[in-house]
Structure formats: C-alpha cells, structure tokens
T-cell receptor
C-alpha cells in the first residue's frame, strides 16, 4: 500500500510568483486536506477536497486554490506569493474525512 | 472554532523515564489524533482515538470525550522519541462532512541519553 506522497520536496520562489504543489493520496482514500505549517507552529487547515469539490476552507485568502482529480490526487495553487507564505505545506488523505494520513510535505521559501 | 491546548509546551527527560502529555479541547469532537513530527517535518500517526484507550508498544493514549481531554503516555522513553508531539481534533466523520483538523501548539520532547 503506497502512502501519501508530495512533490516537490523543496521549492524556492520570489514574491509575486505563482506555485503549484502536488499530492497523491493513499490508495483507497477519497479525501485530501491541505495544511500550512509555519516555523514553530502547529499546522493550519487550508482546505479539503472530497470527490473533486472543495468541502471546507480555513482562514486563507482566495489566492490559495486547489483541485482534486478523478484519481483523488490533488494540487494546491498559490498566486501572488508573499513572504509570509514561506512554510511547510502538508497534504493529508483520508476516507471521508476520518483518520488522516500525512505526506512528507513541501517546504516553500519565498524570497 | 474549536480550541486545542497542549501541555506541557516543553519536556526534557532522561532515557528510561515515563511521561504524560495532555490535550484539552473546547468542544465535542468526532476525530482526535496524536502525531509525532520528525525532524524532517513528517507527521507520523500515533493514535486515532476519538474516545477510549489504546496501546501501541511503549505508547498509550486515553481520550475522555465527555470531559474534553486526551492523554498520551510514553513509557521507558528513548532518545528516538525526541521531537514534537501534536494533538489534533476534528468534527468530521463520514460522507461529505468536514474533515478539518485543528492542531494544538505541540509539546517539544527532548530525551537525553
């Protein structure tokens, strides 16, 4: 059974650019959630996708958007990057939003 | 939204000691998970425990949902137990429900040899 995978591992962007992060969910899981973890903090919920539709959103602006594909993999897109967007981005998959399993994360640095 | 408080924020132990980490939450939940975050940032699932007691080797956890707290016990600690322990709670369960996890601030555990 393959776990949750994320790509890329690390990414460096400059302010104002756009970035796309990718997540492959664990086999059999239909729900993907995205989290942002700033240094020294707990992860913060960005949004969740269930059956290809956004199904809940945290306190993040619209420049954070996402997609879920028919195979349940997902993308997180961030437009107009700001310095404060520098963080570890974590994706988690689950069955119907229950026990969540996390990927290794993508570390984004915005210069 | 749900508030999650973890205590203590920092814990320093000698190898072989036992410890208890606490998680208080402010509302009813359908999901409670304990995680260990390794130095590379990966969140490792320890327990999925919305209620009751579970044990896995040297680790065990108890959630008393009616009193809105959960405890994680680590016995005979080892240096490899070092890292950040997070409690996360959520209200989602089944169907199109909302699977948002709200995390506490974590407990930083350091185990010295």
């Amino acid at each position: 059974e393959t776990g949750v995978t994320q790509s890329p591992t690390h990414l460096i962007k400059t302010r104002g650019q756009q970035v796309t992060l990718r997540c492959s969910s664990q086999s059999g899981h239909n729900t993907v959630s995205w989290y942002q973890q700033a240094l020294g903090q707990g992860p913060q919920f960005i949004f969740q996708y269930y059956r290809e539709e956004e199904n809940g959103r945290g306190n993040f602006p619209p420049r954070f958007s996402g997609l879920q594909f028919p195979n349940y993999s997902s993308e997180l897109n961030v437009n107009a990057l700001e310095l404060d967007d520098s963080a570890l981005y974590l994706c988690a998959s689950s069955i119907d939003g229950n026990e969540q399993f996390f990927g290794p994360g993508t570390r984004l640095t915005v210069l | 939204g749900i508030q999650v408080e973890q205590s203590p924020p920092d814990l320093i132990l000698q190898e072989g000691a036992n410890s208890t980490l606490r998680c208080n939450f402010s509302d009813s939940v359908n999901n409670l998970q304990w995680f260990h975050q390794n130095p590379w940032g990966q969140l490792i699932n320890l327990f999925y425990i919305p209620s009751g007691t579970k044990q896995n080797g040297r680790l065990s956890a108890t959630t008393v949902a009616t009193e809105r707290y959960s405890l994680l016990y680590i016995s005979s600690s080892q240096t490899t137990d070092s890292g950040v322990y997070f409690c996360a709670v959520g209200g989602g369960a089944g169907g199109t429900s909302y699977g948002k996890l709200t995390f506490g601030q974590g407990t930083i555990l350091t185990v010295h040899p």
